[in-house]
């Protein structure tokens, strides 16, 4: 009688805290607790705690909601697996982002992403944590530096970096293995690093178009079932050629930046001293006693 009476008392008590988180839920349109989907795209206003009392859910929408940080409440949804932020106008991501073990898909693009500083950086290294994700987007929105830590999504399939203030790319980025699309488009990339790209084994799309100071790519990048898509006027250059001829150069100073970056580093490679010039003339000597004085000369 006493176990029947404690079974009752039980099932009262939960029935009771099930009508709390429901009422609790119910302005998002959530009536009853097995839900695995919540669309709360263009949603107004805080999200209740009881969110994280749903045990079924996977997925949120919380897309153009105006949202200028991630709520704490997401990261209290230990099962979520697909997380959809875009269109908003977040800064950063805070370290929680590291909670979500269980989250595949990540969608942060056309917001506000950039590193105020070192302390707020807009993707924290805790970004490495997602070690199940399989799409990244994080096109739209302000970055320039990738946080090392991105080399860590191992599992990682596709990569939207378009339409961002990249210059260069990580060394890290050669460990996504299993990473199928890599779009860098519409960005400032100033070179291609052969040595991180030819280490994607898997990549089957490339896209690095709308890269004005993308001039050349190493053509070692370019394989069978590889298609890369670029401007008209960035060029494939056999770097190779270059690092094994190279043993003379004349180049004038001003056109020493239009010159590849790859081949900028080989010759001051081959350059070990730098002979000390005869002024032409008092600017010229003045000229040359500074990039002495700079370590750019020595006598």
Not at 26 to 36: A, H, K, M, T
Not at 93 to 106: A, D, M, N, R, T
Not at 163 to 176: A, R
Request: glycine residues 4%; aromatic residues 4%; proline residues 6%.
């Amino acid at each position: 009688m006493s176990s029947n009476s404690n079974r009752n008392s039980n099932r009262n008590s939960n029935n009771i805290s099930n009508n709390a988180v429901l009422n609790a839920l119910r302005p998002l349109g959530v009536n009853r607790l097995n839900v695995n989907k919540l669309n709360l795209s263009h949603h107004r206003g805080p999200l209740p705690r009881e969110i994280s009392k749903l045990p079924n859910l996977i997925e949120i929408n919380l897309s153009s909601a105006s949202l200028d940080h991630v709520p704490e409440e997401i990261f209290r949804c230990k099962n979520l697996k697909i997380l959809n932020l875009s269109d908003n106008n977040i800064i950063s991501l805070p370290k929680s982002i590291g909670k979500l073990k269980k989250l595949e898909v990540l969608k942060l693009n056309d917001n506000m992403l950039i590193s105020l500083n070192n302390n707020r950086p807009a993707l924290p290294p805790q970004i490495g944590k997602l070690e199940n994700l399989r799409e990244l987007d994080l096109s739209q929105n302000n970055l320039r530096p990738l946080p090392a830590q991105i080399g860590k999504l191992t599992k990682l399939e596709k990569l939207n970096l378009s339409e961002n203030n990249i210059i260069s790319l990580p060394e890290s980025i050669g460990e996504l293995k299993n990473l199928n699309i890599l779009n860098l488009s519409n960005n400032e990339l100033e070179s291609l690093p052969r040595e991180y790209i030819s280490r994607l084994k898997k990549l089957r799309t490339l896209v690095v178009s709308g890269n004005p100071d993308l001039r050349y790519i190493d053509e070692r990048i370019k394989r069978n079932g590889l298609t890369i898509s670029k401007n008209q006027n960035t060029k494939f250059v056999n770097y190779s050629y270059f690092r094994n001829q190279l043993s003379v150069i004349t180049v004038k100073r001003p056109n020493l930046p239009n010159l590849p970056q790859n081949i900028r580093r080989e010759i001051v490679k081959k350059i070990s001293v730098n002979e000390f010039p005869e002024p032409r003339n008092q600017q010229n000597a003045t000229n040359i006693n500074n990039s002495i004085k700079r370590g750019k000369y020595r006598r």
